[in-house]
C-alpha cells in the first residue's frame, strides 16, 4: 500500500471513531439502547446528570424528585417515568406535593387548607356544604333584609354576654357591622361578630332612641359568622311608650277627639277604646298589619300612646341560630293624656341561619290599654301594663278610678286584645283598648327544617320561609 493510500484510510478509520454514539449518554435526552432506557438527566436517580441507565425497578415505587418532576416506577417495573407536580415535588411526601401552601379546597363537603408541608389539612365541615367560585368557602346564607352582610367576616371574634347590660342602636360605635338604611323604616344596626352568646341568666336589652316620641330608632341585627346563641333573654320590647328599637313608626288606628284610643293592630286587630256609653264604643281598634314576610323592610310594632315592640332579625351566617333562654319584644302599655290611649302592638323577631333552633320561650304580646280618667282628671291616670312574657296572662289594662272606664288588656295567644270600657260615673273617660300581638318568623336555606319546639310562645312561628346561599 503506497503511503499516500494509507494516510487515507487512517483518516477514514479515525473519523468513523469520533462520530460513534456513546449508549450510556443522554446529553440530548435520548436513550438508544433497550438496555439502557432511562435518561437521568440531573443524576437525581443513579447519581450522574445524562446518563442512560437501567429500567428495572419496583413497580410503582417512588425514586426522587427531579425539580418540579416525581421520578417513579412504573406499573411493570420495567422502566422510570416521570410526573410533572403542578404544586411541587417532594422527596417527604414520596412525589407531587397534593396542593400548594394557602390554598384552599372543597372536600367531601368541606374546605381543607394547604399547609406548607404541601398537604391538605383535615377539612373544616360546612354545614351548607363547600362552594368552589369565587373561591372555595363554607357556603353562607343570603339573608332577608341584608343580603350581602355575610359576604364578608366579622373583624371581631366573639361577643359573649356575661353580666346583663343595654346595647343602644342609636351609638353608631355599637353598630360594628354597619348602619344600613331601609326604604319607608328605621335604618338598621348590624351588630356583626364571629359569634354570639347572651349565657344563661343574663339578659341583653336593646333600645334605641329617637328624637321624635314614641319611636324606637334603629331597628337591630345580630348577625355571627358561626354560632348565635340567645341562652339567657334578649329583649327588643317597649316601655311604657318608649318603643323598642325599631318599633313605633307606624301609627294603628283612626284618631279620636273624644273616645279613647284604640289599640294597635299587629298579627290580629287591636282592641277598641270605649266610648261614653260603650265598651269598645269607638270602633277604632287598628288593623291587622300586613305579614313581615311580604315586605321588603324590617319593621317593629305600631305605637298608639304605648310603644311599639322593636324590629330585630338574628343571623348566623353558616352556623345555628339556637334559643334555649328567652326573646322578647313586647308592645308597650298606653297612657293617658287628655284622652286613653291604647296599647303598643308586639315586634317583630326574624331568626335566620343554617339551621334554627328554639327550645326556649319567645313572645311579642300585646301592651293594655290606659284608664279613663275620672271627672275632672286630665293626666296621671293608671297606665296600661307592658306585654308580658306569658302565652296565657295578657298585659293587664289600666284599672278604673274614680268611674273612668278601664283599660283593655292587650293580646295573647290565648286571647284577643280587649276594649276599652266605658266610663262608669257621669263625666268619666272610657279607656283605652289593648294592643295586639306581633310575630316571630324564621328563615332556612331550602331544605332545611328549622326546629322550633319552643317551651312558650305567643305568638306561634309563621311558616318558615326559604332563603339562597351564596
Known sequence: MSNRRWVVWLATVLASGCTERNPRNCDDGVCTDSAFPFCDTDGSVAGTPHTCIEGACTPLDFVSCS??????????????????????????????????????????????????????????????????????????????????????????????????????????????????????????????????????????TVIGRTEMMYEGGRAVALVADDALSIDGALSLSAVGSQSGPGGGPLQSGPASTTNAQGGCGGSTVGGPGGSATADGGAMNGGAATMNPALLTALVGGANKAGGGGGAGTLISCHGKVSVSGIITSAGGGGWFFVLAGGGGAGGNVVLQGAQVSVTGEVYANGGGGAAGAAAGQTAGIMSGADGTSSDLSPALGGTSQGGGGRGGDGGTKSGMPRAGSAPTAAGGKPGGGGGSMGFFQTYTPMGVVPILTPSHSSPDFGPNETIRTR
Do not use: F, M
Not at 416521570?82 to 422527596?91: F, H, I, N
Not at 397534593?98 to 372543597?106: A, Q, V
Not at 346583663?164 to 348590624?190: E, H, K, M, R, W
Open 67 to 204: 425539580g418540579n418532576q416525581a421520578v417513579s416506577c412504573n406499573a411493570d417495573g420495567s422502566n422510570y417515568e416521570v410526573e410533572s407536580c403542578a404544586s411541587g415535588c417532594s422527596e417527604a411526601n414520596r412525589g407531587c406535593n397534593s396542593c400548594t401552601h394557602g390554598e384552599s379546597r372543597c372536600v367531601a363537603g368541606g374546605v381543607s387548607q394547604c399547609g406548607s408541608d404541601g398537604l391538605l389539612g383535615a377539612p373544616q365541615a360546612c354545614a351548607l356544604g363547600c362552594v368552589d367560585a369565587p373561591s372555595p368557602h363554607c357556603a353562607y346564607i343570603e339573608p332577608r333584609y341584608l343580603p350581602d352582610i355575610c359576604d364578608v367576616q366579622a373583624t371581631q371574634a366573639a361577643l359573649t354576654i356575661s353580666n346583663s347590660g343595654t346595647l343602644d342602636t342609636s351609638l353608631d360605635v355599637n353598630c360594628n357591622g354597619g348602619i344600613i338604611p331601609q326604604t319607608g323604616a328605621p335604618d338598621i344596626c348590624v351588630v356583626h361578630y364571629g359569634s354570639i352568646t347572651v349565657e344563661s341568666g343574663k339578659t341583653l
